[in-house]
C-alpha cells in the first residue's frame, strides 16, 4: 500500500543551510570549530545535501543562525512510501 508522506528535501535543505550560515555572516570553518569538528566534511555534505545533520546538530544550527529547525528543513509534502504490514 502506497502512502503520501511528507519528506525532507535534503538538497534544498542543503541549499538553506548555506544560504542561513552566509546570512548569519559565518565561514564554514566558523561552524567546524562551534561544533568541534575534527574536519569540514559534514559541513559540506549538509550544504551539498549529501547527508543532513542530526537532530542534536540541527538543535545547534537553531540556535546559531537563530531560526527555528523548521526555517532549516525543506519537506517536500508529497514523498511516497510503500509501506506493508
Known sequence: MKQNMPVINMAATG?????????????????????????????????NGAAMPTIDNLVVLSAVFGVTIDAILVIDQDGTFQVSA
Open 15 to 47: 541549499k538553506r543551510i548555506y544560504a542561513l550560515r552566509k546570512a548569519a555572516g559565518l565561514t564554514v570553518r566558523d561552524l567546524q570549530n562551534i561544533f568541534g569538528f575534527a574536519t569540514p566534511q559534514a559541513i559540506y555534505k549538509w550544504q
